[in-house]
């Protein structure tokens, strides 16, 4: 069974960090793009970050481009996200995700991985 786990969620103030990471299990990853993504109450899920399975390329949303930065672990099947400078914007269940097709691309789109995670809440507060 292939499981995403997400961890590193919580409460934090506006202008602090939070580092967020995703477990994979059940297959290997290392050849396939993996991202994040976000959802608040009420709204849609949205891209916020993604990784090429050698860590070549990265995507981020124009929102928390120069304040996230995506990484990953293939040695240990996980992804990460370092959050800085956070904003009460940033709040939102965050997801990890995942390709099943070994590829280059990085996608964007929720329609172009295929894994998810339970979410982790992260809350930031004024």
């Known amino acids: 069974q292939v499981r995403l786990v997400e961890s590193g969620g919580g409460l934090v103030q506006a202008g602090g960090s939070l580092r967020l990471a995703c477990v994979a299990s059940g297959r290997s990853f290392t050849t396939s793009p993996m991202g994040w993504f976000r959802q608040a109450p009420g709204k849609e899920r949205d891209f916020v970050a993604s990784?090429?399975?050698?860590?070549?390329?990265?995507h981020y949303s124009d929102s928390v481009k120069g304040r996230f930065t995506i990484s990953r672990d293939n040695a240990k099947n996980t992804v990460y996200l370092q959050m800085n400078n956070l904003k009460p914007e940033d709040t939102a269940v965050y997801y990890c995700?995942?390709?099943?097709?070994?590829?280059?691309?990085?996608?964007?789109?929720?329609?172009?991985?295929?894994?998810w995670g339970q979410g982790t809440q992260v809350t930031v507060s004024s």
């Open positions: 995700s995942a390709d099943s097709t070994p590829s280059p691309q990085v996608p964007t789109i929720t329609a172009g991985y295929d894994y």
């Open positions: 990784i090429s399975w050698n860590s070549g390329r990265t």
